[in-house]
C-alpha cells in the first residue's frame, strides 16, 4: 500500500480525551500510516548513512495514565531499538508533522556529538543547515528555536549541555504545520523527508 500523507483527522487524534480512547483511535489510524511511511523510507535511508537501517514505530508501550501528546517512527542503525543511539524520526505533535535527527537522553553519543559541534568544522556544519529548521533540547515539549535564531553562544550552551548534562539531549530538524497542503500529499510528503534527511546527515554523521 502506498503511503498517503497525513490529513486533518490524523491530528484530530491527540484531541480525544483519555489514555485508552487515544491510544485505540492513533492505533487504528496513524499507526498503520508510520509503518508504512517507516517501510518506504528505510532503503533511502540506508543508502543515505551507508549502514543497514532498521524501522522503529511509537508504541507507548510504558504509558500507564497520561495520553501520548505525540508519536512517531525512528529509524536507526540497530533492530532492537534506537533510543540509544543518534536516528532520525518524522512523527507528530497536535500542530505540526516534525522531520527531524535526534539524539535523545539515554544515547552516549551526545558527548561526542558535542565535541564535534564545538570544532571549526562542527560550526561550519550547523550554519549551512536551511534557517527553515529549528532545534530543541527537549523531545517532550513541542516548543523550539528556528535556526535562524541560533548563535554562535546558543551552539556553545548546547555542547556544554550535552557534555554536562545526563537527561541532556538534541534534535534538529523542519516543522510542517497542521494544514499545509505538502502533507496530504505522500509522493510530495516522502520527496521533503528525503530532502531534509540529505540536509541532516552531516549531524547524523557528527554524531560518531
Not at 504509558?63 to 532520525?88: C, E, I, M, Q, S
Request: proline content about 6%; glycine content about 6%; overall charge neutral.
Amino acid at each position: 500500500m502506498p503511503f498517503a500523507g497525513f490529513n486533518a483527522q490524523d491530528f484530530e487524534v491527540f484531541n480525544v480525551e483519555g489514555l485508552e480512547p487515544r491510544m485505540e483511535v492513533l492505533i487504528e489510524r496513524v499507526r498503520p500510516k508510520l509503518e508504512i511511511l517507516g517501510s518506504e523510507i528505510v532503503p533511502f535511508l540506508s543508502a543515505l548513512c551507508g549502514e543497514e537501517m532498521f524501522v522503529h514505530v511509537a508504541k507507548h508501550a510504558r504509558r500507564t495514565v497520561n495520553p501520548p501528546n505525540d508519536t512517531w517512527v525512528a529509524w536507526a542503525a540497530n533492530k532492537r531499538g534506537y533510543k540509544a543511539l543518534p536516528h532520525f524520526q518524522v512523527g507528530m505533535f497536535g500542530t505540526h508533522l516534525f522531520i527531524i535527527f535526534a539524539i535523545i537522553y539515554e544515547s552516549t553519543n551526545k558527548s561526542v556529538f558535542a565535541e564535534h559541534l564545538e570544532g571549526k568544522k562542527g560550526i561550519a556544519a550547523v550554519k549551512k543547515l536551511p534557517k527553515t529548521f529549528y532545534w530543541s533540547m527537549d523531545h517532550m515539549d513541542p516548543g523550539f528555536t528556528p535556526q535562524s535564531e541560533m548563535t554562535a553562544a546558543d551552539f556553545a550552551k548546547m555542547a556544554d549541555k550535552l557534555k554536562n548534562v545526563k537527561k541532556s539531549e538534541v534534535l534538529c530538524g523542519l516543522r510542517i504545520e497542521k494544514g499545509d497542503p505538502v502533507l496530504d500529499d505522500g509522493d510530495q510528503l516522502v520527496s521533503v523527508i528525503h530532502s531534509t534527511f540529505e540536509q541532516l546527515l552531516p549531524l547524523y554523521k557528527m554524531a560518531f
